[in-house]
Protein backbone atom coordinates (compact mmCIF):
# COMPACT_ATOMS: atom_id res chain seq x y z
CA UNK A 1 0.00 0.00 0.00
CA UNK A 2 2.86 2.14 0.50
CA UNK A 3 3.74 1.86 -3.19
CA UNK A 4 0.25 3.23 -4.31
CA UNK A 5 0.26 6.45 -5.69
CA UNK A 6 -2.70 8.21 -3.97
CA UNK A 7 -6.05 8.55 -6.18
CA UNK A 8 -6.59 12.03 -6.83
CA UNK A 9 -10.83 12.34 -7.24
CA UNK A 10 -11.84 14.96 -9.99
CA UNK A 11 -15.16 16.65 -8.34
CA UNK A 12 -17.75 19.29 -9.95
CA UNK A 13 -17.28 20.15 -13.69
CA UNK A 14 -14.23 22.12 -15.12
CA UNK A 15 -13.53 25.57 -16.47
CA UNK A 16 -14.15 24.68 -20.01
CA UNK A 17 -17.41 22.87 -19.89
CA UNK A 18 -18.37 25.98 -17.59
CA UNK A 19 -18.10 28.34 -20.11
CA UNK A 20 -19.53 26.10 -22.65
CA UNK A 21 -22.31 25.12 -20.80
CA UNK A 22 -22.75 29.20 -20.67
CA UNK A 23 -22.09 29.99 -23.74
CA UNK A 24 -24.81 27.57 -24.91
CA UNK A 25 -27.58 28.69 -22.40
CA UNK A 26 -26.87 32.02 -23.93
CA UNK A 27 -27.54 31.21 -27.37
CA UNK A 28 -30.64 29.58 -26.53
CA UNK A 29 -32.01 32.14 -24.39
CA UNK A 30 -31.32 34.89 -27.28
CA UNK A 31 -33.00 32.44 -29.78
CA UNK A 32 -35.94 32.35 -27.85
CA UNK A 33 -36.45 35.90 -27.07
CA UNK A 34 -35.56 36.60 -30.90
CA UNK A 35 -38.44 33.88 -31.37
CA UNK A 36 -40.91 36.21 -29.22
CA UNK A 37 -40.29 39.69 -30.35
CA UNK A 38 -40.85 38.09 -33.86
CA UNK A 39 -43.51 36.65 -32.92
CA UNK A 40 -45.19 39.19 -31.08
CA UNK A 41 -44.54 41.43 -34.51
CA UNK A 42 -46.55 38.85 -36.67
CA UNK A 43 -49.17 39.00 -34.14
CA UNK A 44 -49.38 42.55 -34.56
CA UNK A 45 -49.28 42.65 -38.06
CA UNK A 46 -51.99 39.75 -38.53
CA UNK A 47 -54.37 42.36 -35.81
CA UNK A 48 -53.96 45.06 -38.35
CA UNK A 49 -55.04 43.30 -41.15
CA UNK A 50 -57.65 41.49 -39.42
CA UNK A 51 -58.82 45.13 -38.75
CA UNK A 52 -58.05 46.24 -41.73
CA UNK A 53 -60.43 43.37 -43.68
CA UNK A 54 -63.32 44.37 -41.34
CA UNK A 55 -63.17 47.86 -41.93
CA UNK A 56 -62.97 47.22 -46.02
CA UNK A 57 -65.91 44.36 -44.94
CA UNK A 58 -68.18 47.29 -43.18
CA UNK A 59 -67.48 49.71 -46.39
CA UNK A 60 -68.18 47.22 -48.98
CA UNK A 61 -71.73 46.16 -46.86
CA UNK A 62 -72.36 50.08 -46.42
CA UNK A 63 -72.21 50.68 -50.14
CA UNK A 64 -74.52 47.73 -50.92
CA UNK A 65 -76.66 48.75 -48.00
CA UNK A 66 -77.21 52.28 -50.21
CA UNK A 67 -77.62 50.61 -53.86
CA UNK A 68 -76.46 51.02 -57.46
CA UNK A 69 -77.99 54.73 -57.65
CA UNK A 70 -76.30 55.86 -54.28
CA UNK A 71 -72.86 55.09 -55.35
CA UNK A 72 -69.82 57.99 -55.58
CA UNK A 73 -69.25 59.19 -58.75
CA UNK A 74 -66.25 57.71 -61.05
CA UNK A 75 -63.03 57.64 -59.19
CA UNK A 76 -60.61 57.59 -55.47
CA UNK A 77 -63.25 58.08 -52.37
CA UNK A 78 -61.48 58.19 -48.92
CA UNK A 79 -63.08 56.99 -45.68
CA UNK A 80 -61.87 56.94 -42.30
CA UNK A 81 -61.23 53.23 -40.58
CA UNK A 82 -62.08 53.85 -37.16
CA UNK A 83 -60.41 51.00 -35.79
CA UNK A 84 -56.88 52.08 -37.08
CA UNK A 85 -56.56 55.37 -35.81
CA UNK A 86 -54.66 57.58 -38.53
CA UNK A 87 -55.26 55.59 -41.43
CA UNK A 88 -57.73 56.00 -44.17
CA UNK A 89 -59.25 53.67 -46.38
CA UNK A 90 -60.17 54.68 -50.26
CA UNK A 91 -62.69 53.21 -52.37
CA UNK A 92 -62.28 53.47 -56.18
CA UNK A 93 -65.32 53.19 -58.10
CA UNK A 94 -64.67 52.22 -61.55
CA UNK A 95 -66.74 51.44 -64.95
CA UNK A 96 -68.03 48.09 -64.80
CA UNK A 97 -67.35 44.87 -67.29
CA UNK A 98 -70.98 45.64 -68.91
CA UNK A 99 -73.27 48.34 -69.39
CA UNK A 100 -74.53 49.93 -66.19
CA UNK A 101 -72.14 48.00 -63.57
CA UNK A 102 -69.59 49.27 -61.35
CA UNK A 103 -66.48 47.88 -60.30
CA UNK A 104 -65.88 48.94 -56.48
CA UNK A 105 -62.69 48.14 -54.96
CA UNK A 106 -62.31 48.93 -50.85
CA UNK A 107 -59.12 48.94 -50.02
CA UNK A 108 -57.16 49.98 -46.78
CA UNK A 109 -53.06 50.31 -46.37
CA UNK A 110 -51.05 51.51 -43.50
CA UNK A 111 -47.81 52.50 -43.36
CA UNK A 112 -45.14 50.98 -40.91
CA UNK A 113 -45.16 52.10 -37.48
CA UNK A 114 -42.94 49.97 -34.49
CA UNK A 115 -45.59 47.81 -33.92
CA UNK A 116 -46.51 46.88 -37.10
CA UNK A 117 -45.38 46.28 -40.80
CA UNK A 118 -46.90 48.02 -43.61
CA UNK A 119 -49.29 46.56 -45.04
CA UNK A 120 -52.81 46.89 -47.13
CA UNK A 121 -56.00 44.69 -47.17
CA UNK A 122 -58.53 45.29 -50.43
CA UNK A 123 -61.89 44.08 -51.74
CA UNK A 124 -63.67 43.80 -55.08
CA UNK A 125 -67.06 43.96 -55.99
CA UNK A 126 -69.51 44.67 -58.97
CA UNK A 127 -72.59 46.13 -58.51
CA UNK A 128 -75.23 46.69 -61.46
CA UNK A 129 -78.27 49.02 -61.70
CA UNK A 130 -80.35 45.69 -61.90
CA UNK A 131 -78.36 42.87 -60.99
CA UNK A 132 -76.14 40.61 -62.54
CA UNK A 133 -78.57 37.88 -63.59
CA UNK A 134 -79.61 37.66 -67.39
Known amino acids: MAGRRA ?3 RRGASLVSTVVTLGLTAVCLG ?3 HAAVQGERFAAWQRARALAFAACQQQAETLRASGYARLPGIG ?3 FAVAALPGV ?3 TVVAMGPVPDT ?3 TVRVSWPQTEERSAGRAELNLVMAARGLSP
Open 7 to 9: ATE
Open 102 to 104: RTV
Open 31 to 33: LVV
Open 76 to 78: VHG
Open 88 to 90: RGE
